[in-house]
């Protein structure tokens, strides 16, 4: 249990809708990763919150956004969904430790677009 | 950019070795190794560092080339716990502190027995 959650672990939808997922971090951290998995395919990475504040974009789609609120917590939201979407999403959160950042990754919500 | 892993997928016996390559086209700063097991979230290995620092884990080691911007993930006598698709995460040189991992597209490893 690496100490970061997502909810929800499973979600099925249909094409056009909107869902909202759920990341908490480990506790004290303040970095919050988003990534994409689809089927065979590596990791994505998506969106970087740090204390509240948006740090990087990856290949974050413009129907995708995210947030991180005061209390550390991140949502990603995707909207008009395709069935490309389908997919695993991960958050990270990190830790700085001994001169490098160690990202530690929530079990994931898998995505299902039907 | 993206680091290139090979190989692609390999398929070992218990108790045979491998070496898992991740090779990066600009100067790093750290490579990061994961393995994942299917339909579950990436557990962190280990870290390597410019410079040759290392933080990982008791049976897996790896090495770091800074002149072929190349690591290497080094698995000695598999155990079919090894199973799993192994990443490594990039972290550029000219990065600005606490940046993202830009990951491989894996390493897929099956142990049999």
């Known amino acids: 249990d690496s100490g970061v959650t997502q909810t929800p672990k499973h979600l099925i939808t249909a094409t056009g809708q909107r869902v909202t997922l759920r990341c908490s971090p480990r506790s004290g951290d303040l970095s919050v990763y988003w990534y994409q998995q689809s089927l065979d395919q590596g990791l994505q990475f998506l969106i970087h919150y740090y204390n509240g504040e948006e740090r990087a974009k990856g290949n974050i789609l413009e129907r995708f956004s995210a947030q991180q609120f005061p209390d550390l917590h991140s949502e990603l939201n995707l909207s008009s969904l395709e069935l490309g979407d389908s997919a695993l999403y991960f958050c990270a959160s990190s830790v700085f430790t001994g001169g490098f950042y160690e990202q530690y990754f929530g079990p994931g919500t898998r995505l299902t677009v039907t | 950019q993206q680091p290139v892993q090979s190989p692609q997928a390999v398929i070992l016996r218990e108790g045979e070795d491998a070496v898992i390559n991740c090779s990066s086209s600009k100067a790093l700063y750290s490579v990061h190794w994961y393995r994942q097991k299917h339909g579950e979230a990436p557990v962190f290995l280990m870290i390597l560092l410019k410079g040759g620092e290392q933080k990982g884990h008791e049976k897996i080691s790896a090495s770091f080339n800074e002149k072929k911007q190349q690591s290497s993930l080094y698995l000695t006598a598999s155990q079919l716990s090894y199973s799993g698709t192994y990443f490594c995460?990039?972290?550029?040189?000219?990065?600005?502190?606490?940046?993202?991992?830009?990951f491989g597209k894996g390493t897929r490893l099956s142990v049999i027995a």
């Open positions: 995460g990039t972290v550029a040189r000219d990065h600005s502190g606490n940046t993202p991992l830009v």
